[in-house]
């Protein structure tokens, strides 16, 4: 399979765990909650080694660097930081990347 098969594979996860539990993200835009899909896609990338690593922001989420990702985070970020570490407790590898 290809990376970009992988990756959108990833990123229909998100979107999924983002529409059940939109933790606190209920006052965000709709380029803000696009931001955070993409992040969000790129935090389960980058745990479960699909493509390319994230960014600083992402690697500090991944490794659990809560004052690296604070300090790392945008306006957005900042804001769904609880959202990323709720969906990074809670999705699993789907069985099509294992």
């Known amino acids: ?3 970009f098969e992988q990756i959108a594979i990833v990123k229909e996860e998100v979107k999924s765990y983002l529409e059940k539990y939109p933790y ?21 990338c980058t745990k479960w080694e699909v493509g390319h690593p994230g960014g600083g922001f992402v690697e500090a989420v991944v490794n659990n660097n809560l004052m690296a990702a604070i300090s790392r985070a945008d306006s957005t970020n900042i804001k769904a930081l609880p959202f990323y570490c709720q969906m ?7 069985a099509e990347l294992a």
Do not use: K
Request: hydrophobic share 40%; charged share 20%; proline share 3%.
């Open 1 to 3: 399979m290809e990376a």
């Open 88 to 94: 990074l407790y809670n999705v699993g590898m789907p």
């Open 24 to 44: 606190r993200l209920e006052s965000l835009s709709e380029s803000e909650l696009d931001h955070v899909l993409n992040i969000g896609t790129s935090i389960l």
